[in-house]
């Protein structure tokens, strides 16, 4: 079914918001359902790939944190933020509106909400984001990520539904893509969109402890944030040891699955990510995190067999250098691991998403009843 009135995407300007958005996007195109988004100014880096007809952004802030005074300073940026996203959705008249966490949700889901336009949140953690958490009894479903979602008030888990989390085509293309044959140890560090200095720290460092012989059979893709772009670039070349570095790869889906070993963060895109494409992977969550999200993300794979978790705290060069010798050793279980993660993939998820947005939006009349 097709009709002019887009559905308006509501996404943090990460990877980690922007990429199941992108991917809802597509399978909405795919059944002619015209998109609009909504977000800041750091999904500039990913407009490019995104399938929207508009793009819109709407001043927020993040009222956690800081002092008294930089609080009141975020609510009333929310609040100028959700009278333009009034404005903004009264004009755009979308069928629904979908958020996909961060505070830049925070003002077109309450603005849907003011104008009763159907509204979904897709949670794509295994616990619940302040975001969304202060948005669920504001709409009409919440759409999860993973099996079970933790962090939800009572009255809200009504709305739940088990989507899982959508996965834009260059995942699934490197879904589709065989395990890799390489008699090399291909081992993949990221830090997820936005990169992680531990892995900079922690990689070569590991890489030096290996001898000569195994530094031999290990091939390296690394992200390494910009800032730390040369020392990791130094601290391999001192060892004469070859390795591609870079502050972001835009084909990372591909490069993950090229690998046999994945060392990341536990971000829900990457989990899902890796689940789809199905590789071994060695997770250090995020500690950071007032709610533990990546944590309870990493769960996911470590309880499948495919994943190691490692607290940060514990995440060492030795421990590390420890887990690619293991993989030297015994590649046949690094392929069982695999297969252990592609075995808990949910590869349909964006359709089963579009599916619940088409359950929820105005017929084309525009007609629904008011809950």
């Known amino acids: ?24 996007a597509v399978a909405l195109a795919a059944r002619g359902v015209p998109v609009e988004l909504v977000t800041d100014e750091r999904a500039l880096k990913y407009g490019g790939e995104f399938p929207a007809r508009a793009f819109h952004t709407i001043a927020a802030a993040t009222p956690t944190g800081g002092s008294l005074i930089s609080k009141a300073l975020a609510v009333l940026k929310l609040m100028r933020g959700t009278i333009a996203a009034r404005r903004l959705v009264a ?32 949670e794509q953690n295994a616990v619940m984001g302040r975001a969304n958490r202060f948005l669920s009894g504001a709409v009409d479903a919440i759409a999860t990520g993973f099996p079970t979602l933790s962090g939800v008030a009572e009255a809200a888990r009504g709305k739940l539904r088990h989507v899982g989390n959508p996965l834009r085509p260059a995942v699934l293309a490197a879904a589709a893509a065989p395990y890799p044959d390489d008699s090399s140890l291909c081992v993949v560090v990221t830090g997820g969109s936005q990169g992680a200095r531990v892995m900079s720290d922690v990689a070569p460092a590991a890489i030096a402890l290996l001898s000569a012989e195994q530094r031999a059979r290990v091939k390296l893709t690394q992200q390494a944030r910009g800032e730390d772009e040369a020392r990791v670039r130094e601290a391999y070349a001192k060892l004469g040891f070859a390795a591609e570095i870079a502050p972001f790869f835009a084909d990372l889906p591909a490069r993950m699955a090229g690998a046999h070993l994945v060392v990341a963060r536990a971000g829900a895109s990457t989990v899902s990510e890796l689940a789809a494409i199905g590789r071994a992977c060695v997770l250090v ?17 470590e309880q ?68």
């Open 1 to 24: 079914m097709s009709e002019d009135r887009p559905v308006l995407l509501a996404a943090g300007g990460t990877g980690g918001h922007l990429f199941p958005a992108q991917a809802l």
């Open 91 to 122: 004009r755009v008249r979308p069928r629904a509106v979908v958020g996909f966490g961060g505070y830049p949700t925070v003002p077109p889901m309450l603005a849907a909400r003011q104008l009763k336009i159907p509204s979904i949140l897709h």
């Open 285 to 301: 969550p995020f500690p950071h995190a007032l709610d533990q999200d990546q944590a309870a993300n990493a769960r996911a794979l």
């Open 304 to 371: 499948a067999g495919a994943a190691t978790v490692i607290p940060q705290s514990d995440f060492s060069p030795q421990r590390l250098a420890q887990d690619l010798v293991e993989a030297l050793e015994d590649p046949a279980t690094l392929k069982l691991r695999a297969d252990a993660a592609r075995a808990v993939a949910v590869l349909d998820a964006a359709d089963r998403l579009a599916d619940l947005v088409l359950e929820i939006a105005p017929s084309p009349s525009g007609v629904r009843s008011s809950s």
